[in-house]
T-cell receptor
Framework: AQTVTQSQPEMSVQEAETVTLSCTYD???????LFWYKQPPSRQMILVIR??????QNATENRFSVNFQKAAKSFSLKISDSQLGDTAMYFC?????????FGAGTRLTVKP | NAGVTQTPKFQVLKTGQSMTLQCAQD?????MYWYRQDPGMGLRLIYY???????DKGEVPNGYNVSRLNKREFSLRLESAAPSQTSVYFC?????????????FGSGTQLSVL
């Protein structure tokens, strides 16, 4: 079965500090894409960052970066210089073909 | 550029009623998807359409039907709504048929079945 596990239901961080959200997944496939999506209270799903499984280099998007460990099937998200606007649910997901599987999410609160 | 548009945004049904959720995208994407999101869970795939004229079941298809009306539109129908179908429904689209690199999501439909 292809599953995604986010072991931290809730996290908090002080504004301007760094936080890391964990994600592990299970698949027997070798080619897939990994994603982090953000869902603020508006309910909109917003792509934060994505990673191709065949690339060893970790993806980076401004203050967001990932630590992709393919052998360990781990895909964590690091948010640097946290901002109040980063407060949201964060979902880890991976996609094989047309099948995208999501984790249960981590609720992140950035405190002033 | 509207992206992915879903209607309605909110709906309340009684058990046994039917309804259709509408979704349209203006990005000329080939693939479209319907997901549901329940409290404490991530999104789960109901059905998808890899290209115009094709549809396939996802992880949780029971109780739903879909229609890919044309390249732009992909509807989700509940023939006889049940309380277990109370959820937030998201439509999404992507531009590539084989190596789908990311999904663009609509703003969701909050459905309550009483």
């Amino acid at each position: 079965a292809q599953t995604v596990t986010q072991s931290q239901p809730e996290m908090s961080v002080q504004e301007a500090e760094t936080v890391t959200l964990s994600c592990t997944y299970d698949t027997s496939e070798s080619n897939y894409y990994l994603f982090w999506y953000k869902q603020p209270p508006s309910r909109q799903m917003i792509l934060v960052i994505r990673q191709e499984a065949y690339k060893q280099q970790n993806a980076t998007e401004n203050r967001f970066s990932v630590n992709f460990q393919k052998a360990a099937k781990s895909f964590s998200l690091k948010i640097s210089d946290s901002q109040l606007g980063d407060t949201a649910m964060y979902f880890c997901a991976f996609m094989i073909g047309h099948d995208m599987r999501f984790g249960a999410g981590t609720r992140l609160t950035v405190k002033p | 550029n509207a992206g992915v548009t879903q209607t309605p945004k909110f709906q309340v049904l009684k058990t046994g009623q039917s309804m259709t959720l509408q979704c349209a995208q203006d990005m000329n994407h080939n693939s479209m998807y319907w997901y549901r999101q329940d409290p404490g869970m991530g999104l789960r795939l109901i059905y998808y359409s890899a290209s115009e004229g094709t549809t396939d079941k996802g992880e949780v298809p029971n109780g739903y039907n879909v229609s890919r009306l044309n390249k732009r539109e992909f509807s989700l129908r509940l023939e006889s709504a049940a309380p277990s179908q109370t959820s937030v429904y998201f439509c999404a689209s992507s531009g590539r048929t084989v190596h789908n690199e990311k999904l663009f999501f609509g703003s969701g439909t909050q459905l309550s079945v009483l």
